[in-house]
């Protein structure tokens, strides 16, 4: 697999050149601002001291403080930690909010922990980077394998070490913690605001579209619901389980997670018109379909809410859906967006299309140095502003330089991030 900061500078030099970029500029964009690794000793339930490598990359503030998850994953790289503290400098300015790029990662397998040394470990992580953090300077958040109950410990040593409370210092926290509403499905309902405005551009009216869904976590949960309440027609959704189902007039994702559930495999649960999965009655049972045969369904819209590389070289060629919105992070490889582009697909990429999240985290931030706390609808209304807003501008910037919807992101993101950057180097 190709190394993600390699990617990143590639996707960097190809937005670079269409937008002509000043060429101080670009050198200072092409090095993270500062990268912390530090060693995190962890005293294991069994006494034994275990010593666990951890990273910060703090890509660029121009814009505002860094902001970016930290990771806990057995496979994460001090590269990986660098190319994601990248796309978050580029996706806070996709939708034009003031914070800059930031990434963390600690390599670890966290089911291996007990929560006393899951605990053990996020505090002691904290104490190797916090003088690096803070609300004003660094606001880290959860991502994969972190979660509300790790942030509320990350924010709690903080507290403890500089000596006054901080709550805006991380986000993702528990509501009672100062966590944002709404913070649950946000990601989701960016991406749906990205699916209404592309839906306008395409002339596709929701009853008539249909929707393959990868992955049914919390982001492509809520999108599934989200999207059925709106109209759209979910013919498949697949998990790690392997659970994929395929039914052209629809599946109810209320029902899909009442059955995944129980735990059972959710094939068994149709039986042609007496389907539960489904409201509307059909003749045969719905298709049981891998993985893979999912992402080549013949449908409007396909989403990726699963992991990163999905679509590459090898099925790109077989994609039929007319859109891509990508709720995940990376799921489509450059060598993959070349063939798409070729066969006239749309993406809607991640830096966009899942930036409802980081946009909610931001909204955390905001009240917490405001000292305030805004209502479910409050924080809708402005996420929906945001991402029309950017979505419009994305598109716009695709319309003037010919180019696909991610490129021109990135156009977009880094004239915004250059024209403050330039004047720092002038
Ligand atoms: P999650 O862990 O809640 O869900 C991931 C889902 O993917 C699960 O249903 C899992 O079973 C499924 N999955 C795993 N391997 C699969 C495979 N091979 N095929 C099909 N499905 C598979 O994670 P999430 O928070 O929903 O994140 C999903 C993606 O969205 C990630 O790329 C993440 O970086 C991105 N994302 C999430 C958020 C957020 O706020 N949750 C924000 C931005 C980006």
């Not at 053990?120 to 104490?127: A, L, N």
């Not at 989200?226 to 189902?245: E, P, R, T, W």
Request: hydrophobic share 35%; aromatic share 8%; net charge negative.
């Amino acid at each position: 697999m190709s190394n993600p900061f390699e990617n990143a500078m590639s996707q960097l030099n190809k937005a670079a050149k269409i937008m002509n970029l000043d060429k101080d500029v670009h050198e200072v964009l092409k090095q993270p601002e500062r990268v912390l690794t530090v060693s995190i000793p962890v005293k294991m339930d069994n006494g034994e001291i275990k010593i666990f490598t951890g990273y910060r990359s703090q890509y660029n503030n121009t814009l505002g403080p860094y902001k970016g998850g930290i990771r806990y994953h057995w496979n994460v790289t001090l590269d990986e930690v660098k190319a994601l503290s990248f796309w978050m400098m580029v996706k806070c300015a996709t939708v034009n909010i003031p914070m800059g790029g930031g990434k963390g990662g600690i390599i670890v397998n966290p089911k291996e922990l007990s929560i006393g040394e899951l605990e053990r470990m996020s505090r002691t992580y904290i104490q190797k980077i916090w003088r690096d953090i803070g609300s004003d300077k660094d606001v880290p958040a959860p991502d994969v394998y972190t979660t509300p109950q790790i942030m509320a410990w990350m924010r709690d040593e903080y507290e403890k070490l500089v000596g006054h409370a901080d709550p805006g210092v991380i986000t993702g926290k528990p509501i009672e913690q100062g966590g944002s509403e709404g913070r649950g499905f946000s990601t989701a309902q960016g991406g749906v605001y990205c699916v209404r405005e592309l839906a306008k551009k395409m002339n596709m009216k929701p009853e008539e579209t249909t929707v393959a869904i990868q992955g049914f976590g919390n982001a492509g949960s809520f999108m599934a619901k989200l999207l059925y309440n709106m109209g759209y027609k979910i013919v498949a959704v697949s998990d790690s389980q392997g659970g994929v189902f395929y039914d052209e007039h629809g599946l109810d994702p209320d029902k899909v997670e009442e059955i995944k559930k129980t735990g059972s495999p959710l094939a068994c649960y149709c039986l042609g018109n007496a389907c539960s999965l489904s409201e509307v009655p059909h003749e045969g049972p719905c298709k049981h379909i891998t993985n893979e045969d999912l992402l080549e369904l013949d449908v409007d819209i396909l989403v990726p809410a699963a992991l990163e590389n999905q679509i590459t070289a090898e099925n790109a060629g077989n994609i039929k859906a007319r859109a891509i919105v990508e709720l995940a992070n990376g799921p489509t490889t450059p060598e993959a967006d070349e063939i798409l582009k070729e066969k006239g697909i749309i993406i809607v990429p991640d830096v966009l299309a899942n930036a409802g999240g980081v946009t909610v985290s931001y909204f955390e931030w905001d009240q917490n140095v405001k000292g305030e706390h805004w209502t479910e609808v409050d924080v809708l209304q402005k996420l929906e502003k945001i991402m029309v807003d950017a979505f419009n501008e994305v598109w716009d910037t695709k319309e003037k330089y010919g180019i696909d919807m991610r490129t021109a992101a990135f156009v977009k993101a880094i004239e915004r991030v250059a024209q403050g950057l330039k004047k720092t180097l002038s």
